[in-house]
């Protein structure tokens, strides 16, 4: 179940608009243009010009004569060719002004245009084409075509013969949801749930999926789910949405205003979410929680050959982290030799960490954080295990700061391509 609403622009209202411009669009492409050539009238201008012509080139003829540039014979035959060619623009023209419609006659035409072709148009849609798909509830239905039903049906079958397969039940409980059956989609995140008793997402899921089966009401077992859900993660995204919806359906507005509050404290203060959970906490007459003050800026220690603070993944990759990666945090001078300074190696289930570099940490003699100006430090989750950088590790690093900087937080928030 949603937890924000919007007021948007129907499926159906959006094509109507479209396919009205279109038409209109069509009619104008084939209107004006006749509608101008009805307004031209041949212009007898055509057939001065052409004897205008006739009597250049008839001129030029007498000067080559005269120059001797042609004989008298070649002059008749050119000229002969000048005559029969006015003649035959001579007599184009009242043809080409007798296929001009007559004024009245376009307009005619244009009339019957604009009446029957958005009619025809209207009729062939209705006739050929399939009006229902506007209809949401029907391009639901297109997703319950029979080769999908039964491919749902198979895995329904599949589970009964394997039922300690958790991620089975799992997808037979989105199938089930996505074909709107969602009292089978409850059984099978039952089932799911069963085997995978301390995951907040799939109880989220089958706490969802009971309410939609009991007419969209999260009151009762779907609620319990919630509470459940919540008690492993108190800060599960879809769990505090369904909790706080639910205080809102039995009207406990200090409790949607807690829980949307809580929810407000996992998601971007800047994001669209994050603005539609503050307007719904002020329609409750609530006050959204401020976002957490920005990090203090760095401090330097006394001691200038160590430097401590924290490696935290930014939300955006959170997901993407691999168990298994190994985790390595170290320190490089800002300029000459890349080579670090200091190095401490970790897992990425030590995250968030605390770190600790010092001269101890040297990987050579002389190269250590005290002998640099300004270092940089690098965080690098690596999925192959070793210090070298390869594609798809996860990384970031700080700006460069003084040896003897405390409290610096680094940030993994790229993968390396």
Do not use: C
């Amino acid at each position: 179940m949603g937890f924000i609403l919007r007021v948007t622009m129907s499926t159906g209202v959006l094509f109507w608009l479209i396919a009205f411009a279109l038409v209109v669009a069509t009619l104008a492409a084939l209107v004006v243009p006749l509608l101008r050539r009805a307004g031209e009238r041949p212009r007898p201008a055509e057939a001065d010009a052409s004897a205008a012509i006739y009597r250049d080139q008839t001129r030029q003829l007498d000067d080559d004569v005269a120059a001797g540039v042609i004989h008298a014979d070649e002059r008749e035959r050119a000229h002969e060719e000048i005559v029969a060619r006015l003649g035959d623009e001579l007599a184009a023209t009242p043809a080409r002004a007798a296929a001009q419609p007559s004024q009245r006659t376009a307009w005619i035409v244009a009339i019957a245009i604009v009446a029957l072709l958005p009619t025809m148009v209207l009729v062939a849609y209705f006739t050929l084409g399939n009006p229902q798909a506007l209809d949401a509830t029907a391009a639901r239905a297109r997703a319950t075509e029979p080769e999908i039903v039964a491919m749902v049906e198979r895995l329904a079958e599949r589970m009964k013969q394997q039922p300690d397969d958790a991620r089975g039940w799992l997808l037979l409980g989105r199938s089930m949801s996505a074909l709107q059956r969602f009292q089978e989609s409850a059984d099978a995140y039952a089932q799911a749930a069963a085997r995978l008793p301390n995951d907040a997402g799939v109880l989220a899921d089958w706490a969802d999926a009971l309410a939609m089966a009991q007419g969209r009401k999260l009151a009762g077992e779907p609620t319990a789910i919630i509470d459940r859900a919540l008690a492993i993660d108190p800060k599960h995204p879809k769990s505090l949405a369904l909790a706080a919806s639910a205080a809102m359906d039995r009207g406990d507005d200090a409790a949607a205003i807690r829980h949307w509050n809580a929810l407000l404290a996992t998601l971007p203060p800047d994001s669209e979410q994050a603005r539609d959970v503050r307007e719904t906490i002020a329609q409750l007459g609530g006050k959204a929680a401020t976002p957490p003050p920005a990090p203090a800026q760095p401090r330097v220690a006394a001691a200038t050959g160590r430097i401590d603070g924290r490696v935290v993944v930014a939300p955006a990759l959170a997901a993407k982290v691999p168990p298994q990666a190994t985790l390595f945090v170290f320190a490089r001078a800002v300029q000459g030799s890349r080579m670090p300074l200091a190095v401490i190696r970790k897992g990425a289930g030590d995250l968030p960490l605390q770190f600790v570099l010092d001269d101890s940490m040297a990987m050579a003699p002389g190269a250590t954080l005290s002998s640099a100006r300004e270092v940089v430090v690098e965080a690098r989750l690596s999925t192959s295990g070793t210090a070298v950088p390869a594609s798809g590790d996860l990384a970031g690093e700080s700006g460069p700061v003084t040896p003897g900087t405390s409290g610096i937080v680094v940030t993994i928030n790229r993968i390396v391509p």
